[in-house]
C-alpha cells in the first residue's frame, strides 16, 4: 500500500498493535473499548493502515476471538516467556527477519495522523526511535519505532534476563520523539480515566 503521506517511517517497516496486556485495571480487555465509533484495536487499525504497508495485530490466542476478517494476529512464542511486550516484540522481528518495527499499544486513544507524522519524521536516522516525556524522563516503548538491528541487542536484553523496553531505549540513547500534542501519551488503564477520556473525544 502506498502511503499518501509526506513524512514516511523507513522503508520495511511492519505495524505492529499491541492488545495483548492483561488489562487487570480496566477489568476488561482494553482493545475492545470504544472511543471512536468501533473498538480500539480496529480504530487503530484503520489510522496506521495508511503508514505501513505491512500491519499486524499482537498478542495472545484469546485475543483472536472476534476478531473482524483481514485482521491477521501475531501470537507470542512461548520460547520467549511471558514478558510483556518484549516477548511480542521479539516474536515479530523473528518472524520477519530484515523488517523494522513500529510498535503502537492499544491503550492510547489520543493518538492520531498528526502524532504518527511526527513519529516518522524523528525515525528517519535509523536509530530506535520512541516519544519521550522530558518532565519524567521516560520513553514510551509502546509509541517507537525499532529498527531491524535492534532485533539482536533486544535478544541480548532478553538473555541477560531483563524484559523491559524501557531499558532497551535508554541504552541505546534512543531519539527522543516529542509529541506534538503532549495528550497523545496519555495511557488509559482505569474505568475512571477511560470515562473521562471518552467524554473528551465525544466532546
Same mark, same amino acid.
Given at each position: 500500500?502506498?502511503?499518501?503521506?509526506?513524512?514516511?517511517?523507513? &522503508? *520495511?517497516?511492519?505495524?505492529?498493535?499491541?492488545?495483548?496486556?492483561?488489562?487487570?485495571?480496566?477489568?476488561?480487555?482494553?482493545?475492545?473499548?470504544?472511543?471512536?465509533?468501533?473498538?480500539?484495536?480496529?480504530?487503530?487499525?484503520?489510522? #496506521?493502515?495508511?503508514?505501513?504497508?505491512?500491519?499486524?495485530?499482537?498478542?495472545?490466542?484469546?485475543?483472536?476471538?472476534?476478531?473482524?476478517?483481514?485482521?491477521? #494476529?501475531?501470537?507470542?512464542?512461548? =520460547?520467549?516467556? $511471558?514478558?510483556?511486550?518484549?516477548?511480542?516484540?521479539?516474536?515479530?522481528? &523473528?518472524?520477519?527477519?530484515?523488517?523494522?518495527?513500529?510498535?503502537?499499544?492499544?491503550?492510547?486513544?489520543? #493518538?492520531?495522523?498528526?502524532?504518527? $507524522?511526527?513519529?516518522?519524521?524523528?525515525?528517519?536516522?535509523?536509530?530506535?526511535? =520512541?516519544?519521550?516525556?522530558?518532565?519524567?524522563?521516560?520513553?514510551?516503548?509502546?509509541? *517507537?519505532?525499532?529498527?531491524?538491528?535492534?532485533?539482536?541487542?533486544?535478544? &541480548?536484553?532478553?538473555?541477560?534476563?531483563?524484559?523491559?523496553?524501557?531499558?532497551?531505549?535508554?541504552?541505546?540513547? *534512543?531519539?527522543?520523539?516529542? *509529541?506534538?500534542?503532549?495528550?497523545?501519551?496519555?495511557?488509559?488503564?482505569?474505568?475512571?480515566?477511560?470515562?473521562?477520556? #471518552?467524554?473528551?473525544? $465525544?466532546?
Amino acid at each position: 500500500m502506498q502511503n499518501p503521506h509526506n513524512h514516511l517511517f523507513p &522503508e *520495511a517497516t511492519t505495524g505492529l498493535i499491541f492488545i495483548g496486556g492483561k488489562s487487570s485495571r480496566m477489568g476488561q480487555d482494553k482493545s475492545l473499548l470504544n472511543y471512536h465509533g468501533q473498538p480500539q484495536r480496529d480504530h487503530l487499525w484503520e489510522l #496506521l493502515s495508511s503508514f505501513c504497508e505491512n500491519l499486524y495485530l499482537s498478542g495472545r490466542l484469546e485475543h483472536a476471538i472476534g476478531l473482524k476478517p483481514g485482521l491477521p #494476529l501475531i501470537t507470542d512464542d512461548a =520460547a520467549w516467556g $511471558q514478558i510483556g511486550p518484549m516477548a511480542g516484540l521479539l516474536t515479530a522481528f &523473528e518472524k520477519f527477519p530484515g523488517r523494522h518495527m513500529l510498535v503502537i499499544g492499544c491503550d492510547y486513544p489520543f #493518538l492520531d495522523k498528526t502524532a504518527l $507524522q511526527a513519529l516518522a519524521s524523528c525515525s528517519q536516522s535509523g536509530r530506535p526511535t =520512541a516519544f519521550f516525556q522530558p518532565e519524567t524522563v521516560y520513553y514510551e516503548p509502546l509509541l *517507537a519505532w525499532y529498527p531491524a538491528q535492534a532485533f539482536e541487542k533486544i535478544k &541480548e536484553q532478553w538473555k541477560a534476563g531483563s524484559y523491559g523496553l524501557q531499558q532497551f531505549l535508554r541504552a541505546s540513547n *534512543a531519539i527522543q520523539c516529542i *509529541a506534538p500534542n503532549p495528550q497523545v501519551l496519555q495511557s488509559i488503564d482505569t474505568r475512571e480515566d477511560y470515562v473521562k477520556a #471518552l467524554k473528551h473525544i $465525544q466532546g
